[in-house]
């Protein structure tokens, strides 16, 4: 059974940092996708950026274009654990972070992913 948990979300001012942590336990095989989405109250989930990991090591990422610069995807190697750093956070950043797993390629859509998480909040207050 495959569990995906995120941490780390918070009240953060504008300008400020955060990192986001995702787990993703009972997948198959070790190459499979990880990515962050958000959802602010009265829209569509969002891609923020996606992570390929194959063999051992991230073969891809891509990031929404309105996080490009500020946000960088990576995951330990020594373990599943992905992050989401989050620098100079806008409060149009504000939104329920979603971390989403599944097997094969990124996908800016959430209908392709199969694991999720449950969600963190983040607040930025300008």
């Known amino acids: 059974q495959v569990q995906v948990v995120e941490s780390g979300g918070g009240l953060v001012q504008a300008g400020g940092s955060l990192r986001l942590s995702c787990t993703a336990s009972?997948?198959?095989?070790?190459?499979?996708?990880m990515a962050w989405f958000r959802q602010a109250p009265g829209t569509e989930r969002e891609k923020v950026s996606c992570i390929v990991w194959t063999n051992g090591r991230a073969t891809y990422t891509d990031y929404a274009d309105s996080v490009k610069g500020r946000f960088t995807v990576s995951r330990d190697p020594a373990g599943n654990m992905v992050y989401l750093q989050m620098n100079n956070l806008k409060p149009e950043d504000t939104a329920k972070y979603y971390c989403?797993?599944?097997?094969?390629?990124?996908?800016?859509?959430?209908?392709?992913?199969?694991?999720w998480g449950q969600g963190t909040q983040v607040t930025v207050s300008s």
């Open positions: 009972g997948m198959t095989s070790d190459n499979y996708v």
């Open positions: 989403a797993a599944r097997y094969g390629v990124c996908s800016d859509s959430p209908r392709n992913f199969r694991y």
